[in-house]
């Protein structure tokens, strides 16, 4: 069903006489069908307001934006909170709240490592973060390390503008994040996923913590090899483990990585499991 902008501002409102949009921010990440992200302030607290030219607004992106604004209602801190969608003569903007250190790519690259304590527990955040979705029959669709942002205290809080997109959208993965975290079901076109695909993602994301590169970044062959091999030869990333890791958390990737959906454990199990392997991690 198609909303007019109207009816989606109205669903989750907010007062425009009480937002200042400031500078570009240099912490969020930008991604369609947004052109940009600001610094702001809304009611005296800091937010990010992600900003869309009404002229660009043509039925996909009114259905993305009504996506978010039913996502207005989630609440879970490692969820980023969504504070509503406001209007003006020239944009639309979804105000969310300020994550002030940036994503868990952004310290990658910039080698602002974590040491295992503090990087199981972040996988920890992301897994309580994403059984909270799946429990609202929400799909992420889009997780990676950019679409993890950090609080104070090293908080892990999971996006909510990247993954409000239709299903028909994330089938081609280029368009809603990296192929390389893309389930094998999504890869060959398939529309009828579950909340499986976002388990495989997981996986990855553990990839990526661990050795602190993308997936498959240490293999020299094209993308399209590379993800043709994902699926028909159940390829998956190589990697040195290191001894500080602990085994059971590769046990876990291993089964999240699964080529059969159904053998994918859930986040209400991945939890648990994540509790257990950082209780036995040495201080």
């Not at 600001?38 to 039925?59: A, I, S, T």
């Not at 950090?150 to 993954?163: C, H, M, T, W």
Request: net charge negative.
């Amino acid at each position: 069903m198609d909303h007019s902008l109207d009816e989606i501002v109205a669903a989750a409102p907010i007062e425009n006489n009480f937002l200042v949009v400031g500078q570009v921010s240099t912490t969020a990440v930008t991604n369609p069908p947004f052109v940009e992200v600001r610094n702001g302030e809304y009611n005296g607290d800091h937010v990010h307001v992600y900003v869309l030219p009404r002229e660009q607004c043509g039925e996909v992106q009114r259905r993305t934006l009504w996506r978010i604004a039913r996502l207005a209602q989630a609440n879970h801190a490692n969820v980023v909170q969504v504070i509503g969608i406001g209007m003006d003569a020239s944009s639309v903007f979804v105000l969310t709240e300020s994550t002030d250190f940036g994503t868990v790519r952004h310290h990658l690259e910039q080698k602002l490592w974590f040491d295992t304590g503090a990087s199981i527990k972040i996988l920890h955040d992301v897994a309580s973060g994403m059984r909270y979705l799946h429990g609202h029959e929400i799909l992420h669709r889009a997780l990676t390390t950019d679409t993890i942002h950090l609080s104070s205290g090293n908080v892990a809080k999971i996006s909510n503008l990247e993954f409000a997109r239709q299903r028909a959208a994330a089938a081609a993965m280029t368009n809603i994040g990296i192929p390389f975290y893309a389930a094998p079901e999504i890869l060959t076109g398939a529309t009828n996923y579950t909340t499986k695909v976002d388990v495989y993602s997981f996986a990855m994301l553990i990839v990526e913590v661990v050795t602190k590169k993308e997936p498959y970044a240490n293999v020299d062959a094209p993308e399209a090899t590379i993800l043709e091999h994902v699926v028909q030869k159940h390829y998956r990333p190589v990697f040195d483990r290191s001894a500080k890791w602990p085994a059971d958390l590769f046990d876990l990737m291993k089964e999240c990585w699964s080529a059969d959906p159904e053998k994918r454990p859930t986040f209400d199990t991945i939890v648990p499991r994540l509790e257990a392997i950082l209780d036995a991690v040495p201080p």
